[in-house]
């Protein structure tokens, strides 16, 4: 087989090692939302566990690269694939790492009933982001800019609801009294749904920087 053909399987390759990685990363973050729903810790533990295939996967996908780049020595455009490859799983891995955190702020309170409505708002946060990384993924694998930039305005939208909920949580600690731990728990929560969707953001800056060559700032 010719060198550049050659070259052309192995990058159709690494994609198929990215998307897996996405769906191990959205998997994660769904069973997550779902394991917060219905407090089942010890699915929590589960999700906790699995992180170390998403960051072997992640390393994989990093080797991967950069012996493309050593043996190949690409043009540009071929070498911004790569380039965009290696940016992209980096942030899919930060996801994974963000949806653990989730997993260990929920395992450290139980919700009192009083605050049970603030779960409602939370799961409809996570909702929200996982909308973006589903969108984002796809984009990706089209390669579609006008689906990439779409993500900008899905994270305003999510960065507002987060802003709302976060306010809505210190309304409540300022008139209750022994109901920190589960706030600020919460808060931690919401801030790391809220982190995820700005990765997705990234990756949609990625995504467009893969097409056109130019880095755009989307946030």
Not at 104 to 123: I, N, P, S, Y
């Amino acid at each position: 087989m010719a060198i550049r053909g050659q070259f052309e399987l192995e990058l159709e390759d690494l994609k198929k090692e990215i998307n897996l990685l996405a769906s191990m990363v959205e998997q994660s973050f769904r069973e997550m939302m779902e394991a917060f729903e219905q407090k089942q810790y010890a699915k929590m533990d589960d999700i906790i566990l699995h992180d170390k295939q998403i960051n072997d996967a992640e390393l994989a996908i990093n080797e991967k690269a950069t012996l493309m780049i050593a043996r190949q020595q690409p043009v540009a455009s071929d070498l911004r694939k790569i380039i965009v490859s290696l940016k992209v799983s980096s942030d899919l891995e930060r996801m994974g790492d963000l949806t653990v955190d989730m997993a260990k702020a929920a395992k450290r309170f139980v919700l009192k009933d009083e605050l049970a409505h603030f779960k409602k708002d939370l799961l409809e946060l996570a909702v929200r982001a996982k909308e973006m990384v589903d969108e984002v993924i796809t984009a990706y694998n089209d390669l579609n800019v006008l689906a990439a930039q779409k993500i900008a305005t899905m994270d305003d939208e999510v960065d507002r609801s987060y802003a709302k909920f976060v306010q809505s949580l210190f309304d409540v600690v300022a008139i209750e009294t022994g109901v920190t731990e589960q706030i600020t728990q919460m808060a931690f929560i919401s801030r790391y749904i809220e982190r995820i969707a700005d990765y997705c953001t990234n990756i949609a800056e990625w995504i467009i920087y893969e097409v056109n060559g130019k880095r755009f700032d989307l946030n």
